[in-house]
């Protein structure tokens, strides 16, 4: 059975820092484009960060550039998110995936994904 799998989410208040993680089991996914999305209450899912297989490629969302850095180790299947200066609007439930695209673009629409896991809520205070 292939699995994603977040964890590392919580409550922190403003200003705080949290690191997600996200495991792949039941295949590789070395090859694969991985990515975070997030979904606040009442919104859509939205991209955030994304980094191609060979980390040549890293992309993110301008609303967290300079506080959040996406990483993979391949050799373990895994992709982290370590968030700092979190505020209160980094406020949802976020969520790994990983596409089969084996180019160097990262791609930001949720569509082009094909395997997601099931999400690790964030929550900042004020």
């Known amino acids: 059975q292939v699995q994603l799998v977040e964890s590392g989410g919580g409550l922190v208040q403003a200003g705080g820092s949290l690191r997600l993680s996200c495991a792949g089991s039941?295949?590789?996914?070395?090859?694969?484009?991985m990515s975070w999305f997030r979904q606040a209450p009442g919104k859509e899912r939205a991209f955030v960060a994304g980094?191609?297989?060979?980390?040549?490629?890293?992309y993110y969302v301008d609303s967290v550039k300079g506080r959040f850095t996406i990483s993979r180790d391949n050799a373990e299947n895994t992709v982290y998110l370590q968030m700092n200066s979190l505020k209160p609007e980094d406020t949802a439930v976020y969520y790994c995936?990983?596409?089969?695209?084996?180019?160097?673009?990262?791609?930001?629409?949720?569509?082009?994904?094909?395997?997601w896991g099931q999400g690790t809520q964030v929550t900042v205070s004020s």
């Open positions: 039941g295949r590789t996914f070395s090859r694969s484009l």
């Open positions: 980094i191609t297989w060979s980390t040549s490629r890293i």
């Open positions: 995936a990983a596409a089969d695209r084996y180019d160097n673009y990262v791609r930001t629409r949720t569509y082009d994904y094909d395997y």
